[in-house]
């Protein structure tokens, strides 16, 4: 099986369309199956109550997978006009970042500010995408 990596790191933009998608997906499953188990355990933080049905499963995995897709075809726009990067590490570390964020923000809405749960969802992205490039 041929690699799609050469010696840095740059990777194809079907690549970078198919981690959006793999995050996306997952991101927006997670997501839908705990709210659904919040509102079963009655842990409500939104100021706003919002009933939700198991429709949020499948509706919140299609909102991730676009808005994932969506910030794929920006980075693979924006990766012309910077220089050389290790690219699988930079996309995977933004998908990690916004992956925790959403998943943050569905356990601690109302408890942190967005700009905390950006800060640490950044710096769990940054551990954890480091880790990943460190063992390929």
Same mark, same amino acid.
């Not at 933080?45 to 991730?64: F, N, P």
């Not at 995977?92 to 601690?108: K, Q, R």
């Not at 480091?130 to 390929?136: E, I, N, S, V």
């Given at each position: 099986?041929? *690699? ?10 079907? $690549?970078?369309?198919? !981690? ?5 997906? +997952?991101? @927006?499953? +997670? ?7 919040? /509102? ?5 933080? #939104? ?6 049905? *198991? /429709?949020?499963?499948?509706? #919140?995995? +299609?909102?991730?997978? &676009?808005?994932?897709? @969506? ?6 726009? !924006?990766?012309?006009? !910077?220089?050389?990067? $290790?690219?699988? /590490?930079?996309?995977?570390? &933004?998908? +990690? ?7 943050? *923000? ?14 640490? *969802? ?5 551990? !954890?995408?480091? @880790?990943?490039? $460190?063992?390929?």
């Amino acid at each position: 099986m041929k *690699s799609t990596l050469n010696t840095h790191n740059k990777i194809r933009p079907t $690549d970078v369309f198919l !981690l959006a998608a793999w995050f996306g997906l +997952i991101c @927006g499953v +997670i997501e839908g199956i705990g709210l659904l188990a919040f /509102q079963e355990l009655g842990w409500q933080h #939104s100021k706003l109550y919002i009933q939700v049905t *198991s /429709q949020i499963v499948w509706l #919140s995995a +299609i909102y991730d997978f &676009v808005l994932f897709i @969506g910030i794929a075809a920006m980075l693979v726009l !924006l990766r012309r006009f !910077l220089g050389r990067f $290790d690219e699988l /590490q930079a996309v995977t570390t &933004v998908f +990690i970042c916004l992956t925790a964020f959403d998943w943050l *923000s569905l356990v601690a809405e109302g408890r942190l500010r967005h700009y905390a749960l950006f800060t640490v *969802s950044l710096g769990l992205a940054l551990a !954890l995408g480091r @880790g990943c490039a $460190d063992t390929k």
